[in-house]
């Protein structure tokens, strides 16, 4: 056994470095995955995507690929034994067959985060009970009555399955008694939150990320409007105080301190009329939200998160020009009914001279599915806005 793989085993505080020429393990073959191999390879690492479904974006650009269920406790052992770190692009991974895996290799974030942050409850409660303002909320287990607690909660509120939710999936807003029907009939018999509804001023989130070593780096903060409960532009700087976004910053790095986190971290928060900062989620991993620092920032949020799981020193974090990040969604392709009739405008964002164009390689786009994104740079945040609202219009 190696001096740093006896060190792993003694304490996983003593991590050792995965320099570049090594190969990094990633459970998952989405989008997220596909942009951290780019970076990862650029960097000289090899990659080594973990995913059940074949052809996935993240497959088609790196070394290797392992095509199995992540419940499969052989292959992934063999998996594990084949990488020197792994790490993961999404959270909704089963957390129990990692368990034994950790003996094998290091896993960054580990499995306890991860359980931690896929599960609407536990995440809501580990953050009531360190003191870091989540939205109000009530839990209701599996066969509870959810129109009594509802109720209770007060209209409008929103109800959230416990587990596996994502981009507006696994939640209704319940303004009226129409719409509390409805949730009633959608989650019988599972577990849910019910949050209180919260009049925001704007929506927020701070991708963070944290070394093997310790080190500590915060991106700045972006503002963030939905469409949909889908993300749809991304703005940086937020347009808010200094101060506020300082304390979001704050909070931010004291989430990932308190978690003890290893990788990426995105806090989502809330900025209400009065000036509060509540968090909204956790996501582990690189986060939508943060696709700007691709073409905005010295250093991007999937470099970073490779130097964070494999124990270098974290890049710069500086912004270099506002800017604004576009989702670009299945609704974009040109629809007759359910057949597509027609692609996007790429020309339109392509002949702009401060924009950037970035597809997932997906093969089919649906309504409502990430296809890809692109972002424009300019002198002001309200600039680019104003410039990607119109690329936006025209594409």
Wanted: net charge neutral; proline share 5%; glycine share 6%.
């Amino acid at each position: 056994m190696t001096a740093c793989a006896l060190n792993f085993q003694l304490s996983t505080l003593n991590f050792c470095m995965i320099p570049p020429g090594k190969t990094i393990g990633v459970l998952g073959g989405g989008q997220l995955g596909r942009m951290f191999a780019h970076a990862a390879e650029r960097l000289g690492y090899r990659i080594h995507i973990y995913e059940p479904e074949a052809n996935g974006p993240a497959g088609e650009v790196s070394a290797l690929e392992t095509n199995r269920p992540y419940t499969d406790i052989e292959a992934l052992t063999t998996f594990a034994k084949s990488v020197d770190v792994v790490t993961y692009e999404f959270e909704n991974i089963p957390a129990e067959p990692l368990w034994a895996i950790e003996k094998h290799v290091q896993l960054h974030p580990h499995w306890n985060v991860l359980e931690t942050c896929q599960n609407r409850m536990r995440e809501k409660n580990w953050l009531r009970k360190n003191n870091f303002s989540p939205v109000p909320f009530a839990e209701v287990e599996a066969g509870d009555d959810l129109a009594a607690a509802i109720r209770k909660m007060g209209l409008p509120c929103v109800v959230k399955t416990a587990d596996f939710g994502y981009d507006g999936k696994g939640q209704i807003k319940v303004a009226d008694d129409a719409s509390l029907a409805k949730a009633v009939a959608s989650f019988a018999k599972q577990r849910c939150v019910i949050e209180k509804f919260i009049d925001f001023k704007c929506e927020l989130s701070v991708v963070v990320a944290r070394s093997s070593t310790g080190e500590v780096k915060a991106f700045s903060v972006a503002e963030n409007i939905h469409t949909k409960h889908i993300l749809d532009f991304s703005i940086v700087p937020a347009r808010i105080p200094a101060e506020t976004a300082a304390a979001a910053e704050t909070l931010a790095l004291a989430i990932v301190e308190k978690l003890n986190v290893v990788g990426l971290l995105a806090i989502e928060l809330f900025l209400t009329d009065r000036g509060e900062l509540l968090v909204n989620e956790l996501a582990p991993r690189p986060h939508n939200s943060g696709h700007w620092t691709l073409d905005a920032c010295a250093t991007s949020q999937f470099e970073q998160h490779v130097r964070a799981v494999c124990g270098l020193p974290l890049g710069d974090v500086s912004v270099i020009a506002p800017v604004v990040m576009v989702n670009i969604l299945g609704d974009a392709w040109k629809w007759q009914g359910n057949v597509i009739t027609g692609e996007p405008n790429w020309q339109a964002v392509l002949a702009h001279p401060r924009a950037k164009l970035h597809l997932y390689g997906k093969k089919e786009p649906r309504i409502g599915r990430k296809m890809g994104h692109f972002t424009v740079t300019a002198a002001t945040p309200g600039t680019a806005l104003e410039a990607a609202r119109e690329l936006k219009a025209r594409l």
